[in-house]
C-alpha cells in the first residue's frame, strides 16, 4: 500500500524488502492460520491440543528439527518433532 505513495514523493527511492520482516509477517500469517484451524476443533480433541501444545514446532524452520524423539504427551508416545509436525499437519488440508 505504501509503494506507490513512496514512489510518487520520492521517485528517485530504491524500495528494499528485508529479510527480518517478510520472516515475521509470514510468522504472523501461519500463528493465524493455526489458532483459525485449531478453532475449528472441540477443545478435548486431539488435533486441538496438538496445534495448542507444539505451535513452538510448528514454527520452527523444518531445516532446524531434532531428530531425537521425546515422549509427547498429547499423542501419548514418543516422536521425534519432524514426526509431530507430520501428524499435527495432517489433521488439516490447510
Do not use: C, G
Amino acid at each position: 500500500a505504501y509503494i506507490p505513495i513512496i514512489r510518487k514523493l520520492f521517485p528517485k527511492a530504491e524500495i528494499v524488502l528485508d529479510r527480518f520482516h517478510i520472516v515475521q509477517h509470514l510468522s504472523r500469517a501461519m500463528m493465524t492460520t493455526r489458532i483459525a484451524i485449531m478453532k475449528a476443533f472441540d477443545k478435548t480433541s486431539l488435533p486441538y491440543r496438538a496445534m495448542k501444545n507444539h505451535w513452538k514446532i510448528l514454527q520452527k524452520d523444518s531445516r532446524k528439527l531434532s531428530d531425537k524423539a521425546f515422549y509427547s504427551r498429547t499423542f501419548r508416545q514418543t516422536l521425534t518433532p519432524r514426526e509431530i509436525v507430520q501428524k499435527t499437519l495432517d489433521f488439516s488440508p490447510e
